[in-house]
């Protein structure tokens, strides 16, 4: 059963469009949520989080966006550059109760950024 | 500045075959994980400590064992390797936040 989904395996962006990824959840006691951004070869690094208390995070070019009552979030990259081509995951908790850090994460989507 | 160090980075075992992936951080962190990755599955959690001497099953700890005898190494053991066991294995440290610092992977192989 999985809690996070990305339905979307790969994306394809021209430099200097929008890249947006998007992910869904159906566990509704998840509160806080993160993307992840892995290159090959390397280990994911934390890019963007959001707490349910919120609709919105930006940080740079990156803006996060959580609607609750779809059980939705979407990262939003603007404008996209080629060193943005990576594998991009979203994961979720339960930041309430007794999660102990624990993540889940989606199975992630391939973004290339086209030059 | 080593953050999480995965040792080793690849191996091949045969079926049946056991080994022990080591995880090393030096930034102190309470929290750590071991995650496996496989394609179209995404990161699913096999097993966690919450500090020294604590270990805790995750979604998928079936054929894996872990100890955490110090803070700052977190073992992940295989007994006897199974091909479905094939995957890239994370581990992840944190401390009381959601922002995991990743180590760069163990590439195995089960054949």
């Known amino acids: 059963d999985q809690q996070v989904k990305q339905n979307s395996p790969s994306l394809s962006v021209q430099e200097g469009r929008i890249s947006i990824l998007n992910c869904d959840y159906t566990n509704s006691m998840f509160d806080y949520f993160l993307w992840y951004k892995k290159y090959p070869a390397e280990g994911p690094t934390f890019l963007i989080s959001i707490s349910s208390i919120k609709d919105k995070n930006e940080d740079g070019r990156f803006t996060v966006f959580l609607n609750k009552s779809a059980k939705h979030l979407s990262l939003h990259i603007v404008p996209s550059q080629p060193g943005d081509s990576a594998v991009y995951f979203c994961a979720a908790a339960n930041a309430g109760g007794t999660s102990y850090g624990k993540l889940t994460f989606g199975q992630g989507t391939i973004l290339t950024v086209h030059p | 500045n080593a953050g999480v160090t995965q040792t080793p980075k690849f191996r091949v075992l045969k079926t049946g075959q056991s080994m022990t992936l080591l995880c090393a951080q030096d930034m102190n962190h309470e929290y750590m994980y071991w995650y496996r990755q496989d394609p179209g599955m995404g990161l699913r959690l096999i097993h966690y400590s919450v500090g020294e001497g604590t270990t805790a099953k995750g979604e998928v700890p079936d054929g894996y064992n872990v100890s955490r005898l110090k803070k700052q190494n977190f073992l992940l053991g295989l007994e006897s390797a199974a091909p479905s066991q094939t995957s890239v294995y994370f581990c992840?440290?944190?401390?009381?936040?959601?922002?995991?610092?990743f180590g760069s992977g163990t590439r195995l192989t089960v054949v």
């Open positions: 992840a440290s944190t401390g009381r936040d959601y922002g995991y610092t």
